[in-house]
């Protein structure tokens, strides 16, 4: 499932974008992102070797030439990335409001 998110200025963004923006990156075992607040996104990574800084840098720029106003990008490694109950993985989760 995709969740729509929204970027700072208002705009929406599809979650489809941020399918395209971790194509770049094939050490990235699993990969979810989550606005966790109205300007920021978390990208939370399954990833077998520790990111570099330049990594992270280098996802957020990419995040933020696709999505104009686009919110902080936050990167967090994570072991694992729950399955919903129905055992699907959601890959972009929009802030609750």
Do not use: Y
Request: proline share 6%; aromatic share 6%.
């Amino acid at each position: 499932m995709l969740d729509l998110i929204q970027a700072p200025a208002g705009r929406h963004v599809p979650g489809e974008l941020f399918v395209w923006a971790m194509l770049d990156w094939p050490d990235v075992k699993r990969w979810q992102v989550a606005q966790t607040a109205a300007d920021v996104v978390e990208f939370r990574l399954v990833v077998a070797q520790p990111w570099s800084e330049a990594q992270r840098h280098a996802l957020a720029a990419n995040v933020a030439s696709t999505c104009g106003d686009s919110p902080r990008v936050r990167v967090v490694e994570v072991d694992a990335i729950a399955l919903t109950p129905s055992g699907k993985r959601r890959l972009t989760l929009a802030l609750s409001r």
